[in-house]
């Protein structure tokens, strides 16, 4: 199993550009999350997914727009950047029907993104 | 909206010493999680607590949660190298909602 996976690692965009940014995981979750990191505020919950075919605000979900087509997949959009979205994005899935009591949750490798 | 603060943000110790970070949320918690990152890597759960009061042990690392389940903290007894980077607490709403608030995380440094 991969576990999740995130697409690309790397970015750097011009303010206004746009992009997209993919999570998958292999382990039938029906939870997905993304998360932005910055220095000193820890992880923030942008939007997240409680299955396929829907999606959610979290913390911070201003500029960014969510899909979740299929259950393995949720992507992150960014319409047109700026430079504060500049961040450490990070991907996320929990909760088997058939197992993992702890719901823990299961965070890919991240996405360093630069907006100039 | 539910808050979860960590002290300190920053430690740095000598190796071999000890090391304590604490965890407060504005509300009562059904749970709360500990995870640690690697630094230039991603959160790695470690572990959960759900009663009030209780305390588990890994090894070197012993975590608690508050009778009140507000609070809850992670100690390492003394410190190696490989325990090098941040620790976050994430806490569940008391009412079990699907979304964990993470901490603001606690970065931990040894001097060898």
């Known amino acids: 199993n991969a576990g999740v996976t995130q697409t690309p690692k790397f970015r750097v965009l011009k303010t206004g550009q746009s992009m997209t940014l993919l999570c998958a995981q292999d382990?039938?979750?029906?939870?997905m999350y993304w998360y932005r990191q910055d220095p000193g505020m820890g992880l923030r919950l942008i939007h997240y997914?409680?299955?396929?075919?829907?999606?959610a605000k979290g913390e911070v979900p201003d500029g960014y727009n969510v899909s979740r087509l299929k259950k393995q997949n949720f992507l992150l959009g960014l319409e047109s950047a700026a430079p504060s979205q500049t961040s450490v994005y990070f991907c996320?899935?929990?909760?088997?029907?058939?197992?993992?009591?702890?719901?823990?949750?299961?965070f890919g490798p991240g996405t360093r993104l630069t907006v100039l | 909206g539910q808050q979860v603060m960590q002290i300190p943000q920053y430690q740095h110790v000598q190796e071999g010493e000890d090391f304590t970070t604490y965890c407060n949320s504005s509300?009562?918690?059904?749970?709360i999680q500990w995870y640690k990152q690697r630094p230039g890597g991603h959160p790695v759960f470690l572990i959960q607590?759900?009663?009030?009061?209780e305390v588990k042990k890994q090894k070197r690392l012993t975590f608690q949660f508050g009778e009140a389940k507000k609070n809850s903290s992670l100690h390492i007894t003394a410190t190696q190298t490989t325990d090098v980077g941040t620790y976050f607490c994430?806490?569940?709403?008391?009412?079990?909602?699907?979304?964990?608030?993470f901490g603001t995380g606690t970065r931990l440094t040894i001097i060898p």
């Open positions: 607590l759900v009663k009030s009061g």
């Open positions: 994430a806490g569940r709403g008391s009412f079990g909602n699907e979304k964990l608030t």
């Open positions: 509300t009562t918690l059904s749970n």
């Open positions: 382990m039938n979750h029906e939870y």
């Open positions: 997914s409680v299955g396929e075919g829907t999606t």
């Open positions: 996320a899935s929990s909760y088997s029907p058939s197992g993992d009591p702890t719901d823990t949750q299961y």
